[in-house]
């Protein structure tokens, strides 16, 4: 087997571990809802269900109506829990729960009473750390505004406890304010800090470049710092934000004024800290009065609709604004049950099954989707109005972050440690000087055999495993250095110990048993001896000698573990490899 070939197996064992270890959370997004309640001629809900494969869509009757804010979430199961329009929650029979009224109260709550809160990304749902029944709903209000129709005020928690009302749900907490500040209209986005439990929350002002992170854990919701970064700005309900899959970038699409070109922005984020960096403005020229923006769940392609198209962007080119793409233009499609209902682009959304669905710009039965966004170009595969809902949707698309995003591996701040043991350590020659070796390779072995991964130790001799799960491991290593520090005095060694006036042991002793027999004697002095004069060029044991430790992981504790080698042969220890 080639190293390449061996490599590349071990690559996919690697991620067939990392895939089986998906958080418990991965169903939580498993429901979407759409929808109004029973009056005509709407009629009713659509429950979007990823539980089964292919997707299934089922009428259902349900009292309230979804307009633009729309969050939801599920169980561990997948099965629905509650959900949310931004001005009531409902609980998984389609009612209202007990004190699930009147969130964001006020003037405009009245005024959109009966047709459901207009704000795109108004709401998120998120399970709050170390608890199996309470939840938070993120939602921001909308109050009146002379110059811009309406502003948001700021943004607000209510809690759901799932252990009441025989599991229906009660909200126990409602409209508590944790921002009073003028915000961007929606943009409600979240991630999982690199611990893999807890939650970061990016908000955004209003007409201004400052963003306020929020932290989610245990000790509930608290704001940790704020930051002023990129461009001013100013969506007034057009545009969207999310993170990559993966955590690693925040992006958002402003649409500011349709005379005016938008703001395309992108901005790494560290999943540790929560700060935002690498600030690039990709500017957006379009008419567009509606966009969307979603990424490939590989964290490689951004999706941005803009009306009556989709363009793709590879986050990972060198000019992320000159890779754009274009990958469907509006095909002119109109619902039949509603004349005036034109299926253009409008927010997006990646599901449980990978794909990215897109909802239209108007009251309509139907979702585009793009089946495969991992790919570049036209191979996404735009399906225009591909899936029929049962019921008319009103331009809603529901807001969930990456339920399947786990701990950071590696992560320095994942002190949780739910990305896995770190096993680290540095290969180290059994001389005086303890000299580090580079160039060996150290692969991760099951007590049975089985290779998990391979690295290489670098130039401080140092080797570094991350994400491992509790069991029982061997390190076995190998390398093609040059062998050497071999002669008479280590023969002469070997005689002594093989008479008794010295007694090597350990590394040193195995080191000296040259020719595979178990024990130290005349014939491993003789071959020593060979070797050195230039009489043979070979040992049966092979140039380099290995500890081989083994593990025990118990826990998620750093484990630091130096490994010993020496030259077969080299019994004083007295090479110093280069």
């Known amino acids: 087997m080639t190293r390449k070939f061996f490599l590349f197996i071990l690559s996919l064992i690697v991620s067939f571990l990392v895939n089986a270890q998906v958080s ?6 498993n429901i979407w809802m759409f929808g109004y309640d029973n009056f005509p001629p709407y009629a009713g809900g659509t429950v979007l269900n990823f539980n089964c494969s292919p997707l299934s869509t089922t009428y259902t009757s349900q009292e309230l109506n979804l307009d633009l804010t729309d969050a939801s979430i599920c169980g561990t199961n997948g099965q629905l829990l509650f959900y949310t329009n931004g001005m009531y929650v409902a609980n998984s029979n389609y009612q209202i729960m ?9 003037d405009l709550f009245n005024y959109f009473d009966g047709m459901g809160y207009r704000l795109a990304q108004g709401a998120l749902i998120l399970p709050k750390s170390n608890s199996e029944s309470l939840y938070y709903i993120l939602h921001e209000k909308l109050v009146w505004s002379d110059d811009y129709f309406a502003l948001c005020s700021g943004l607000y928690y209510t809690i759901v406890d799932m252990s009441l009302n025989n599991g229906l749900g009660d909200v126990i907490i409602r409209n508590v304010p944790i921002l009073e500040d003028s915000l961007d209209p929606g943009c409600i986005t979240a991630t999982r800090h690199a611990n893999g439990r807890d939650w970061w929350i990016l908000i955004p002002e209003f007409l201004h470049n400052k963003y306020f992170l929020y932290l989610l854990n245990p000790q509930g919701l ?3 710092s704020t930051q002023n970064i990129g461009t001013a700005s100013y969506m007034m309900e057009l545009g969207q934000a999310c993170f990559s899959p993966d955590g690693s970038k925040y992006v958002r699409y402003s ?9 395309l922005e992108v901005f790494n984020f560290d999943r540790c800290t929560g700060l935002l960096s690498n600030y690039k403005n990709l500017w957006y020229v379009d008419n567009a009065w509606s966009t969307g923006i979603a990424i490939s769940p590989n964290s490689r392609y951004m999706y941005v609709s803009a009306e009556l198209r989709i363009d793709q962007y590879d986050l990972q080119a060198e000019d992320i604004a000159a890779s754009k793409q274009t990958v469907a233009v509006y095909d002119g499609f109109i619902d039949p049950m509603f004349p005036l209902g034109s299926t253009h682009f409008y927010l997006e959304q990646v599901g449980p099954d990978g794909k990215i669905y897109i909802c239209a710009t108007n009251g309509v039965r139907y979702l585009h989707v793009i089946n495969h966004p991992d790919l570049p170009g036209t191979a996404c595969d735009v399906q225009q109005h591909a899936v029929q809902l049962n019921t008319f949707n009103s331009m809603s698309l529901p807001n969930f972050p990456n339920f399947r995003l786990g701990a950071l ?13 770190v096993v680290d350590g540095n290969i180290l020659y059994d001389n005086n000087l303890l000299t580090p070796v580079d160039s060996c390779w150290v692969i991760l072995k099951t007590l049975n055999g089985m290779a998990i991964d391979s690295v290489l130790s ?15 491991y061997k390190l076995i290593t190998h390398t093609s250095k040059t ?7 280590d023969a002469l060694h070997v005689l002594r110990h093989f008479v008794g006036l010295e007694n090597l042991t350990g590394l040193f002793l195995k080191s000296g048993d040259v020719n595979l027999t178990l024990s130290l004697n005349a014939v491993d002095a003789l ?4 070797r050195f004069v230039g009489l043979t060029n070979t040992f049966n044991t092979g140039d380099w000698l290995f500890e081989e430790p083994e593990l025990s992981i118990t826990n998620t504790n750093t484990q630091h573990v130096n490994i010993r080698c020496l030259c077969y042969g080299d019994v004083n220890g007295s090479f110093v490899p280069y």
Do not use: H, M
């Open 255 to 263: 649409a500011t004024d349709i005379n005016l070109p938008y703001r």
């Open 527 to 530: 071959i020593i001896q060979k």
């Open 222 to 224: 608290n704001l940790i």
């Open 458 to 472: 670098n130039q401080e001799g140092y080797y570094r495993f991350c994400g491992l799960q509790p069991g029982s």
């Open 98 to 106: 007990p004190n699930g009224d009147s969130l964001n109260p006020g």
């Open 24 to 29: 418990i959370d991965q169903k939580r997004d």
């Open 483 to 489: 062998w050497g520090g071999v002669n008479s005095v």
């Open 409 to 421: 591996p590696c992560s320095t701040c994942d002190t949780l440690g739910l990305g896995g043991t």
